[in-house]
């Protein structure tokens, strides 16, 4: 059952997306943090019982934010590759252009953790959206018949590849992404 938020912790989670967002996760500050929200360091611990629930919980915020953003107009494209292709050109986007928000969000403890176990069972939203779009890909291709492998594929391709991308070792290539989409889903190239 989930805890319903209060004022202070929704300044707390709103603050930690913003330091997360300027300093990287590993690098936040819990103290700065509850400056910034105008509360204290003991405050937030009676929000949220340790440093990682407080980053669990901000990842949520940045599921949900993620979702909207990324997945605002997928409904309006019926074919499962063009919106897994226009996922994936979103979140490589948002990978130049903020990168500490997408390295939370690949890597941080929200995926380690919630999204195997659940967090007051509630999967991320946008981990669940991702996974029904998966499963329509597997409904619409008949090579992508194992939707949780398919998911993996997808997943794994533009964690990476972002990786790759955010720390120079190649440049972003819109065709990468594409040819890999069309190689999962047996999409033949022409």
């Keep these: 059952m989930a805890r319903s938020s209060t004022d202070s912790e929704q300044r707390l989670l709103m603050e930690t997306v913003k ?8 690098n936040i500050s819990l103290r700065d943090i509850a400056s910034a929200a105008g509360l204290t360091t003991g405050s937030l611990y009676r929000h949220f019982s340790t440093k990682e629930d407080l980053l669990v ?4 915020l940045v599921s949900e934010n993620l979702a909207k953003l990324v997945l605002a ?9 063009d919106k897994l292709l226009r996922i994936g050109i979103k979140l490589l986007s948002l990978t130049q252009s903020n990168p500490n928000l997408v390295d939370f969000f690949f890597y941080g ?40 492998l398919l998911f993996t594929q997808v997943w794994s391709f533009i964690q990476g590849y972002s990786a790759l991308v955010r720390h120079g070792i190649v440049a972003y290539d819109e065709r990468s992404l594409r040819l890999t989409l069309q190689d999962f889903l047996g999409v033949s190239r022409h």
């Design 57 to 60: 919980r901000a990842g949520y």
């Design 109 to 148: 403890p929200l995926y380690a953790k919630a999204a195997k176990e659940g967090y007051e069972d509630k999967p991320p939203m946008f981990l669940s959206k991702l996974n029904e779009i998966v499963a329509q890909a597997c409904r619409q291709y008949p090579n992508a018949i194992d939707p949780n």
């Design 19 to 26: 330091a997360i967002e300027k300093h990287g996760y590993r």
């Design 73 to 81: 107009d997928e409904e309006e494209h019926p074919n499962a590759f």
